[in-house]
């Protein structure tokens, strides 16, 4: 039903940006989020926006740096990222949830994506 598709990501130096994009296809009534992953590490969350995109969250570690945005009349979800840091580089992922409650309490999601590859160098 839900079909997510991320891309946008590569290699960009420290202090550099990036937007992500999202192709969420029949996610309209969706809350949909940003996740990360790097090796070893559990699954972290970023960033999640309502169905309407009215309400906004974002880890703590990402505030004041990335913007996650959403246009529903096209399928799109972005994630603006400003500043980044060596420790953004991770696996970022798209997801999608019924739920924004669940996404932010739990870190998980009915719906992901098949992740993009962001990597900042120092």
């Known amino acids: 039903q839900v079909q997510l598709v991320e891309s946008g990501g590569g290699l960009v130096q420290a202090g550099g940006s990036l937007r992500l994009s999202c192709e969420a296809s029949?996610?309209?009534?969706?809350?949909m989020g940003w996740f990360r992953q790097t090796p070893g590490k559990e699954r972290e969350f970023v960033a999640a926006?309502?169905?309407?995109?009215?309400?906004?969250n974002y880890a703590d570690s990402v505030k004041d740096r990335f913007t996650m945005s959403r246009d529903n009349a096209k399928n799109m979800v972005y994630l603006q990222m400003n500043n980044l840091k060596p420790e953004d580089t991770a696996v970022y992922y798209c997801?999608?949830?019924?739920?924004?409650?669940?996404?932010?309490?739990?870190?998980?999601?009915?719906?992901w994506g098949q992740g993009t590859q962001v990597t900042v160098s120092s």
């Open positions: 029949g996610s309209t009534y969706y809350a």
């Open positions: 997801a999608a949830g019924r739920m924004i409650s669940r996404m932010l309490r739990t870190g998980t999601a009915d719906y």
């Open positions: 926006i309502s169905w309407s995109g009215g309400s906004t």
